[in-house]
């Protein structure tokens, strides 16, 4: 009993001092994709698609008619079946949420979607049953370039704006998760009040990038998603890993295991196949990639032609939980960093994140090739790439080879079993000695490729121009 009533007094404390701790969401401008736009098709769309709006609205509506809609409005090119039969899943899925919107809960203003302390009481000691969502969630998973973000965010910008559903980059949730744990520490379950918060704020949660390659991250997930999952939280997540294959040879593996079976059983896995890589049919060579050494005087007159008048000097910016990142040089938003001192130092995404909410440019001096000797700087790298392409920052950088080149003695395990063996012919001076066989940074590696190209292009450019300009203050 007097446990229960510490508990007790430990929420009435909670509910009476924690501020919610709100995700930042993230929202990209979608890509333009290529699926098919016949005749045919459109009929279909037009028949599949019969849902209407919670709040009465007759005219359909969902992803796949704001699909039909930018088809015949000229605004998406020919092209992907793949992409077609994810966008039918996102439909249904909408439209299960649409007809079952009361059960989950989604509207943030219905009184059944306000939680109180006593409902709260009441489900966690004296009818401690599960409230899981009666619609199953979605994992999309795939090659890079196949549309796996730009159908996710087709499929939010048209959900309803009462709905409590969030749309974050994974790499933001797992911050927020984390610093969430450190505020609620010494609490006898600290996820199970994290779940509780976050379902209070979002029950449709969408995950951009789900990828896991923290032993840290790997031990709460399967916790912290059972607690989510029997909150009535509906996962829609895109990944390049299938689930059977995320943390894949992580430490402590077993553990993350049951996770893995839980999302299977409350998401419909689908995969995006596709022989082409949108990204890479931006115009290339826009940018401001410089290839070769003893460059960097190009790249410093490049930046000060950035910057214009304002002079540079060394800034600090916090980062993440009063922790400083010290800058080199900066102004007018943008910075400039050897590589050494952004990816040989014990810097992470929350690093990076805090960066680029002050600076939307970045001037990378010397990016060396990867491989075996520099596999931490590697990892570090691919995650900078992930965060500054998610906050649509420009990159300027001087390096040894062209993207494509700097990974290539990245390789998975699947790869090097395929890499023929030593001869007689070919002898050991010949062997890739540096090949790092690493299956994280081999499936990260023609992500970060295509996204230093397609950053490196005219398209590119123009949406960061744009996106700078509303960002100004009109006058």
Same mark, same amino acid.
């Given at each position: 009993?007097?446990?229960?009533?510490?508990?007790?007094?430990?929420?009435?404390?909670?509910?009476?001092?924690?501020?919610?701790?709100?995700?930042?969401?993230?929202?990209?401008?979608?890509?333009?994709?290529?699926?098919?736009?016949?005749?045919?098709?459109?009929?279909?769309?037009?028949?599949?698609?019969?849902?209407?709006?919670?709040?009465?609205?007759?005219?359909?509506?969902?992803?796949?008619?704001?699909?039909?809609?930018?088809?015949?409005?000229?605004?998406?090119?020919?092209?992907?079946?793949?992409?077609?039969?994810?966008?039918?899943? $996102?439909?249904?899925?909408?439209?299960?949420?649409?007809?079952?919107?009361?059960?989950?809960?989604?509207?943030?203003?219905?009184?059944?979607?306000?939680?109180?302390?006593?409902?709260?009481?009441?489900?966690?000691?004296?009818?401690?049953?599960?409230?899981?969502?009666?619609?199953?969630?979605?994992?999309?998973?795939?090659?890079?370039?196949?549309?796996?973000?730009?159908?996710?965010?087709?499929?939010?910008?048209?959900?309803?704006?009462?709905?409590?559903?969030?749309?974050?980059?994974?790499?933001?949730?797992?911050?927020?998760?984390?610093?969430?744990?450190?505020?609620?520490?010494?609490?006898?379950?600290?996820?199970?009040?994290?779940?509780?918060?976050?379902?209070?704020?979002?029950?449709?949660?969408?995950?951009?990038?789900?990828?896991?390659?923290?032993?840290?991250?790997?031990?709460?997930?399967?916790?912290?998603?059972?607690?989510?999952?029997?909150?009535?939280?509906?996962?829609?997540?895109?990944?390049?890993?299938?689930?059977?294959?995320?943390?894949?040879?992580?430490?402590?593996?077993?553990?993350?295991?049951?996770?893995?079976?839980?999302?299977?059983?409350?998401?419909?896995?689908?995969?995006?196949?596709?022989?082409?890589?949108?990204?890479?049919?931006?115009?290339?060579?826009?940018?401001?990639?410089?290839?070769?050494?003893?460059?960097?005087?190009? $790249?410093?007159?490049?930046?000060?032609?950035?910057?214009?008048?304002?002079?540079?000097?060394?800034?600090?910016?916090?980062?993440?939980?009063?922790?400083?990142?010290?800058?080199?040089?900066?102004?007018?938003?943008?910075?400039?960093? $050897?590589?050494?001192?952004?990816?040989?130092?014990?810097?992470?995404?929350?690093?990076?994140?805090?960066?680029?909410?002050?600076?939307?440019?970045?001037?990378?001096?010397?990016?060396?090739?990867?491989?075996?000797?520099?596999?931490?700087?590697?990892?570090?790298?691919?995650?900078?790439?992930?965060?500054?392409?998610?906050?649509?920052?420009?990159?300027?950088?001087?390096?040894?080879?062209?993207?494509?080149?700097?990974?290539?003695?990245?390789?998975?395990?699947?790869?090097?079993?395929?890499?023929?063996?030593?001869?007689?012919?070919?002898?050991?001076?010949? @062997? @890739?000695?540096?090949?790092?066989?690493?299956?994280?940074?081999?499936?990260?590696?023609?992500?970060?490729?295509?996204?230093?190209?397609?950053?490196?292009?005219?398209?590119?450019?123009?949406?960061?121009?744009?996106?700078?300009?509303?960002?100004?203050?009109?006058?």
């Amino acid at each position: 009993m007097r446990s229960l009533l510490f508990s007790l007094r430990r929420v009435s404390l909670l509910s009476r001092h924690h501020q919610p701790h709100a995700f930042s969401p993230i929202r990209n401008p979608l890509i333009p994709i290529n699926p098919t736009s016949s005749l045919n098709y459109l009929l279909y769309a037009s028949s599949f698609s019969s849902s209407s709006h919670p709040n009465g609205d007759a005219k359909v509506a969902g992803p796949l008619v704001e699909y039909e809609r930018r088809i015949v409005a000229g605004e998406l090119l020919d092209g992907d079946l793949c992409q077609l039969g994810t966008l039918r899943e $996102l439909q249904r899925l909408y439209d299960e949420l649409v007809q079952s919107s009361d059960a989950c809960r989604l509207d943030r203003y219905s009184a059944s979607a306000k939680p109180t302390r006593s409902n709260w009481f009441w489900n966690k000691f004296v009818s401690p049953h599960s409230s899981v969502s009666p619609v199953k969630g979605l994992y999309l998973y795939g090659g890079v370039g196949t549309g796996k973000t730009m159908l996710m965010d087709l499929f939010f910008h048209q959900l309803p704006s009462s709905w409590r559903a969030q749309r974050i980059h994974f790499h933001n949730f797992m911050l927020s998760v984390h610093s969430r744990l450190q505020m609620h520490k010494g609490l006898e379950d600290p996820l199970e009040v994290v779940g509780l918060e976050i379902a209070d704020e979002a029950i449709l949660l969408c995950l951009d990038e789900f990828m896991v390659n923290d032993v840290a991250d790997a031990l709460i997930l399967n916790r912290l998603f059972r607690h989510l999952f029997n909150n009535g939280i509906v996962l829609v997540a895109t990944s390049n890993r299938a689930p059977d294959n995320l943390y894949e040879r992580g430490l402590q593996r077993d553990l993350f295991l049951p996770f893995i079976a839980s999302l299977k059983e409350r998401c419909v896995v689908r995969e995006i196949g596709s022989s082409v890589d949108y990204r890479k049919l931006t115009s290339a060579e826009e940018g401001f990639y410089f290839i070769g050494n003893d460059i960097s005087g190009l $790249l410093k007159q490049k930046f000060q032609q950035l910057v214009g008048d304002e002079p540079a000097g060394p800034q600090v910016v916090e980062v993440v939980m009063g922790r400083k990142l010290q800058v080199p040089l900066a102004a007018n938003g943008c910075a400039y960093f $050897l590589f050494e001192e952004l990816c040989d130092r014990p810097l992470g995404a929350a690093d990076y994140l805090g960066l680029f909410k002050k600076f939307h440019t970045l001037a990378l001096e010397g990016v060396p090739m990867f491989g075996l000797h520099n596999r931490t700087a590697a990892y570090r790298f691919v995650t900078l790439v992930d965060v500054m392409y998610e906050t649509k920052a420009r990159l300027l950088c001087t390096a040894e080879g062209s993207p494509l080149e700097l990974l290539e003695s990245i390789v998975t395990i699947s790869d090097a079993q395929q890499i023929a063996p030593r001869t007689s012919s070919r002898s050991r001076k010949s @062997d @890739d000695i540096d090949l790092c066989v690493d299956n994280e940074l081999g499936f990260a590696k023609e992500r970060t490729i295509s996204r230093l190209t397609e950053m490196n292009s005219k398209e590119y450019l123009e949406q960061h121009s744009t996106m700078l300009q509303e960002k100004q203050p009109s006058l």
